[in-house]
């Protein structure tokens, strides 16, 4: 039973909120266009780990190569949890520091990294062990984690009119909404669509157009980060080499 006569409130806009996506080049993006890098000499120590990894499967048991080998591997896996989780800190305590209202998807399910099955197991661990600090985190500062639904369309719907416009290969990193004819950059129009949607903004059963989600904060007056990079909406350097537009 649907009453056809209450109307649809209209969405607050909640300054103090923030989406966050995750991307291919950049770990996160947030509904304020900033992107934090993926670490690259992260991936590169990562790669060298599974290699003495394998090396040591190979060595003969109890042999001293291998006790050498294992106390390599031990070495390096040490390193490279700690350089994660330190960056990670770095993240989690500048974003749970400036927003009162936090919305993450709970596991990144788009196959962003599909061919890479290393990096995609890299990226997995990260978030998993990130949406775990920021849960905590939100908990000592007073603040809201919402976590929202794995399989809302956060890449097809257009955050300026809320009409959705389908799947984008993932080539595709910008694009132009046909309905209204904004211009998104994917990753940052996914993040404030994650904002909306775990603030109620966002109603799947209108259509284009009747729902008035506003493309508020992008970027938000006064946002500041030590360890991200603010990107200029619909011009994002970083990306703008490999984008392609269309429409
Ligand atoms: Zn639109």
Redesign the pocket.
Known sequence: MVDDNIPIPKPIKAKNAVGLDMGIENFIITSDGVLYPNQKHFIKSQKRLKRLQRRLSKKQKGSKNREKAKLKVQKLHTKVSNQRRDYLHKISDEITNQYDIICVETLNVKGMIRNRHLSKSIADVAWSEFIRQLEYKTKWRGKTLLKIDKWFPSSQI?S????NSGKKPLHIRKWT?K??G?THQRDINASINIRNYGLGQIDNRNT?GTVGIQACGVPSDGVTTSYGVVASYGSVKQEAQSSLAIG
């Open positions: 257009c300026n009119c809320g009409a909404c309905e209204c904004t284009a």
